[in-house]
């Protein structure tokens, strides 16, 4: 054994990563083995770890590992994304503090900049993802402007465009004056928000009047067109072909009438600016209305907006058109409004509706088939309650507009000649125009949106649209690929866009399911994020506690689709959210120390351990071995009672991990192997035991018997929680003493190649779990009596158990020296009817067939005892009438959160079990 007395999480983790990546473990090729693939949701090449990536990851890699032990060729692809705005945005950031813009370097020399950063800072993500253990296969790292995956998204685009499903027009867009660029709907993100709805009062042509309309952006009636009232409105009917003029331009503006005005809000008039507002502009194609657009790309006023506002910003423009307004005595008056005003996804600017010529996908044709493959079962979201979510954004989809202004980033592979206007698609840039041949042609300005690449990913990593024998070969044989793994954010930015691209391309599923993992939010609910300042850094717990701890505590919190809750208090509440992970891995690293110690001088096969090669050389489980040990060990007498439950309860742990696992429930997974068994079943209880039976054992042979046993549930146990937590169990497993300890190649093992373990019915016990949960009730009673009048160090004590049943005699008979040994007492006795002194304490088991009796007559001071019990029974009295006040408290239960209501009621429940003892107890005395 080499395990230090402390354990030191960065030496281990750091000299464990090493290997792994020196070695390129979780490397995958083509084999005969059923393929077992992930491809990673490509983080942005601007990213840094953040709370988010390490619980996305993480599952990702429990899945990974565990299925890799399980015998499949496991694949974890990883990647990143270009993430076009947020990259321009990162290199401008830096380029400005140097006061230049993009503009002063040109297009060409801007990307090489961004190129160059992309090569020095752009990996912080990947090394940051391994230093959390994920055991991608990282030699097949890619990039979604790689060479290979730039191809994939041309060859898309000319597909499309030719099938017609690519088109360009003007419409209005969400657009972001501070990126100068497009962005999709799903890239708004919305808040609500007070503002002013002013109402203005339009002048009537003809002179007899005026006619009143509200807006929240005054500023955009500098681009009013006409009048919009309801047909059925009678209040404007009198208005039909008139004239009504814009204030403050003096242009005169139609009188229409369309459904789409609503009679009931505001005066029932509606100002239409088709260039600045979507519904308008859909209105102004019904009525053949012209728009005319006032802002520039940058959010300036421009000269359609009249010589007195041109050159303002859209927000000093407001209040000088407010202003003016007010002069003219044409604000009739102003209202507090609630509306949602949507943000900028990257810069959080306010974003225009605002009309221009831009590339779009026609998305009905895609989502059809798209829709059908999730209705017949075909894709299976987990939780199930997001397809409906996904199923109802399918069949009310909208176009998705694709080009983006920007300069980093795939550009649209569209050309144009500038002598016949012919406009046509290419990979590469044509010598000459494919019509008229003239050399005057130029490229589309825009690039495409970053999403239009990242929907491709689970086919073009693999060398899509390559028809070379390695791209056939991998294809057919990792994809479809099987789980994907995210947040419910890019359900419709990313998840349902590849399941429509792989259909379309590749003509099937890109993966099988679905996990919808939850948000990691604070203390109040609210997602974590830089402009709140809640946010945790991983990087911070790595440094404090390991990978390992980080891990566990994540993996702990995170129930099937909900969310999970950090305290973010301070850095201590911070550091506080993974105790839980630094506490199981010291658990687990001092547990495993002791036992080796204490099995010093024996050591293992694996075939013991329940695994084997077969003749093709791989690892496979095998438990023949393992069971002729059990039963050689049974027939000479050593197989004990504790012996078989815990074996048997290791058994259904394992068990119960694959249907955690298949089922995405990580947190029923880890508790089961790691809380229920190692800790609880097998430190508390079982390890304690065999301290007992080590000191008691007959001979050397069962003293043989017990050291293997314990070392091969260790190892087990190891190989169950790689998964979850690997550095620390490659360290502790390398330690074990198996004398064939398999190597993937001459000098190196890993945990990671070995099997799973696997057990049948020959490993389970039910008996023996029974009457060990019988036993294991008794103990429990005896300490707690001892305890409750003072006596837990007091070994001189009598105890007697009272049964009604043979069986449950023998049972308590047969264990009656484990029983002493563990509870500490001289004495102990079973009888169907004993004769009981004057004084003692006794409790009864669940079951109420069998009771406890402690003798504790000269073992205290009865006296003294009842006035402390007194006293305790008035004070848990107090507070139980206090904890009921509160749960009567109308205030209370409408104002304070669930946990805080949940946690008063198991206060009452704690208070009355408590008072209930008590007044026992006061009675037996």
Known sequence: MDLPKQYDSHKVEKKWLETWLKNHIGKSNVSNKKPYCIVIPPPNVTDILHMGHALNNTLQDVLIRYKRMKGYESLWLPGTDHAGIATQNVIEKIINKEGKSRHDYGREKFVELVWNWKKEKGGTIIKQLQELGCQCDWDRERFTMDEGLSDAVSEVFIRLYNEGLIYQGEYIVNWCPRCTSAIANLEVEYEETLVDLTYIKYPIKDGTGFVTVATTRPETMLGDVAVAFNPKDERYKHLKGKKIMLPLIGRELDVIYDDYVEMEFGTGAVKITPAHDPNDFEIGLRHNLKPVNILNPEGILNENAGQRYTGLDRFDARKKVLNDLQELGLIEKVEDYKTSIGHCYRCNSIVEPWLSRQWFVKMEPLAAEAIKVVREGKIVFYPERWTKVYLNWMENIRDWCISRQLWWGHRIPVYYCDDCNEIFVSKKKPKGCLKCGSLNIRQDEDVLDTWFSSWLWPFSTFGWPSENETTRNELSYYYPTDSLITACEIIFFWVARMIMAGLHFVKDIPFKEVHIHGTVRDEKHRKMSKSLGNGIDPLEIIEAYGADALRYAILLNVSQGQDVIMDTRSREAKLENFTVGRNFCNKLYNAARFLLMKCEGVSIITEESGYTRNEEGDLVNDNRKLIEFINNADQKGFLKLPDKWILSVLSS?????????????????????????????????????????????????????????????????????????????????????????????????????????????????????????????????????????????????????????????????????????????????????????????????????????????????????????????????????????????????????????????????????????????????
């Not at 508790?671 to 430190?683: A, E, P, V």
């Not at 073992?859 to 749960?887: A, F, P, S």
């Not at 104002?895 to 208070?911: C, G, P, S, T």
């Open 653 to 925: 742990s394992i068990n119960e991990i694959g249907r955690g696992l298949k089922s995405y429930r990580y947190d029923d997974a880890l508790r089961i192997i790691s809380q229920d068994f190692f800790w609880h079943s097998l430190c508390d209880w079982y390890i304690e035991i065999v301290k007992f039976r080590m000191s008691d054992a007959e001979n050397d042979e069962e003293k043989v018997f017990l050291k293997k046993f314990l070392t091969i549930l260790l190892e087990n146990t190891l190989r169950a929680l790689h998964p979850f937590i690997p550095f620390i169990t490659e360290e502790i497993w390398h330690n074990l003493p198996i004398e064939n300890r398999p190597e993937i190649k001459p000098g190196l093992s890993s945990i990671t190649y070995i099997p799973f373990p696997c057990f049948g019915n020959e490993t389970r016990y039910d008996t023996a779990e029974n009457d060990w949960s019988t036993i294991q009730e008794l103990i429990i009673l005896i300490r707690n009596l001892k305890a409750e009048v003072g006596l837990e160090g007091k070994k001189d004590l009598s105890v007697i158990i009272k049964y009604q049943e043979e069986k449950e005699g023998k049972l308590i008979k047969d264990n009656m020296h484990l029983i002493k040994d563990i509870v500490q007492i001289s004495e102990l006795n079973a009888d169907k009817s004993p004769i009981l002194p004057n004084v003692y304490i006794a409790d009864v088991s669940v079951n109420g067939k069998m009771e406890v009796i402690v003798l504790i007559e000269g073992k205290i001071d009865i006296e003294k005892e009842k006035t402390r019990l007194q006293k305790e029974l008035e004070r848990t009295g107090n507070l139980l009438q206090k904890t009921e006040k509160t749960l009567l408290n109308e205030a209370f239960l409408k104002n304070a959160r669930d946990e805080v209501i949940d946690r008063e009621k198991k206060l009452k429940i704690e208070f009355n079990d408590r008072l209930l003892k008590i007044r026992k107890l006061l009675l037996h005395l």
